[in-house]
DNA sequence: CCTGGGATTTTCT
DNA sequence: GAAAATCCCAGGA
């Protein structure tokens, strides 16, 4: 069995890099006896304290000194006042970078989403394969619980972690395009810091 | 296809 | 007090 839960070493590289092989990893998240597990298939990397898409563009705050930290921690905000967004801390300490998990494919079909506000007991929609798609931040935390009680974990333990199960992804198949929802961000607005897994988007 | 607004709370100014 | 690394739904073309 070729399944490896990844180490501070992946993480503590440059994030650009991270960001693409993060593809096709399987994040999984031990909750008591459950496993939920889904195959990242899109990333985003915010890259240092000089990237204004960065909430570290402008220092350490009680909100970003975890991106400060060692690689390979959990960074969890919340957005919009109802959406989580979970990213991957890297590079070494002092140097703020993370990597936003934006894509999953999950295998387990027909779970019904986790009860939110007022939309609940809708079901994630099943491709013809039984695979799950879900596209965009928020939605990955809804579907892997992820919420604020995760941010700072270390995800070299055993409760929240990210590890390879021998899918490789091709170079070509890794798409890129510029980030999502950062038009504020000046020059690097414009960066080709999302990747994601051609056809899986 | 497109545009716009509501939900809801943390964070920084 | 405004904006935010979002998502979903309604309405118009």
Redesign the pocket.
Known sequence: MSSKKLGCNFYNQKTLQVAQKLLGKFLVHKIGQKKIVGMITET?A?CGPKDL????S?GR????EI?FGQPGYA?V???????Y?F?IVTERKNYPA?V?I?GIISDQRGRRRPSH???QN?RVLPDQQGLDFI??????C?YMKID?KLNGLDLTENKFWVENRGVRIKKPTIKKGK??????AGKYKDKLWRFYIKNKK
């Open positions: 985003e915010y898409a960065s909430h570290a402008r705050t009680p909100r970003t991106m960074y905000y919340l957005i919009y006042g109802m959406y967004c990213n993370a936003l934006r506000s007022s939309r809708r596209n965009g931040p928020g939605k990955v809804r604020k980030r999502i929802g950062v038009d504020y």
